[in-house]
């Protein structure tokens, strides 16, 4: 009796690992092993193909040293960060509000400002190169026709103008999905509180910063996060918008004077083009995951105080 009820204990203390086991092959196979791998790739001198040469932190050092293109394209990722998380985060909240109190029309709003987050990014890229066109783009033709413009005007050979295109790109791209994930956030907030709000005679825009934006404090921070992280990684829209140019105007170089390189394009052209230097790129990507991190825990540390 006594060893059947143990034999059952063993059998029930077995399963939860049973159960954990492909996540934990999964992650050991496809996630921790690519890691730590691609960091001993970055202290060695290798194209992908030959013997590798061990150098230590001689990749590590070069960036830091040698390589002002590697700092021209992580200000450039900064700035379009910068440009664009707080407008994307902050106009999309605006926008759930405003689809949070529309009345039978609000899931056809709904539907059609989550769409072009469902585009693929390589579309997004040729509508927006095509739009800048300056010979055939739509904004300069209505510019002219208007008189706001005297003549067409090249906006993608402009540094500022290249940055200000991208930041449209990205909130564009991204404002549905925000508003989605902040109207999701909403509709967990009482009714009976904006109900009190009416009664004492709050303004919608009153109700919308005393009420609306502390409840969704969370939210904020988790998108303000994520954004972050994914404005460091930026990558598709930079380089989709000059997907129509060749290689030497763009593709080897983020645009005229390097205005749109990012530090993932630039990680791209290091690891993948003809002359590949897949070691340097591989620390290219570590300098920027430990700037990320430092980046991240400021920001959640930011986060935690002000909500304390």
Not at 269 to 293: M, P, R, W
Request: charged fraction near 15%; charge should be positive.
């Amino acid at each position: 009796m006594e060893k059947g009820k143990y034999k059952a204990k063993a059998n029930r203390s077995i399963w939860p690992y049973v159960f954990c086991a492909p996540f934990i092959i999964c992650f050991l196979l496809f996630t921790l092993y690519p890691t730590l791998y691609s960091f001993e790739v970055s202290m060695n001198d290798w194209n992908g193909f030959g013997d590798k040469v061990f150098i230590g932190l001689g990749n590590y050092i070069h960036i830091f040293t040698k390589d002002p293109q590697y700092w021209k394209a992580f200000v450039n990722t900064v700035i379009l960060m910068v440009l664009s998380t707080p407008s994307t985060v902050f106009l999309g909240l605006v926008l759930a509000y405003v689809l949070y109190n529309l009345g039978k029309s609000k899931r056809f709003f709904q539907t059609t400002t989550f769409y072009p987050y469902v585009i693929t990014p390589v579309a997004v890229g040729f509508i927006f190169s095509y739009m800048f066109d300056w010979k055939t783009g739509f904004i300069n033709k209505l510019l002219v026709a208007t008189g706001a413009l005297g003549s067409e005007y090249n906006w993608l050979q402009n540094g500022i103008a290249i940055k200000m295109i991208i930041v449209l790109m990205i909130l564009w791209r991204y404002l549905g999905y925000y508003a989605m994930l902040f109207l999701a956030s909403m509709t967990s907030i009482s009714p009976e509180i904006y109900d009190a709000a009416k009664v004492d005679g709050a303004t919608p825009v009153v109700t919308f910063w005393k009420i609306t934006v502390p409840m969704l404090k969370n939210t904020i921070s988790f998108l303000a996060i994520t954004s972050v992280i994914g404005g460091l990684k930026m990558f598709e829209e930079p380089m989709l918008l000059f997907s129509g140019w060749s290689n030497a105007q763009a593709g080897a170089s983020g645009g005229p004077g390097n205005a749109a390189l990012t530090v993932m394009w630039k990680f791209y052209n290091d690891a993948y083009k003809i002359d590949s230097k897949l070691g340097y790129a591989a620390a290219e990507s570590y300098v920027l995951f430990f700037i990320t991190i430092i980046i991240t825990a400021i920001l959640q540390r930011m986060t935690r105080e002000k909500a304390e």
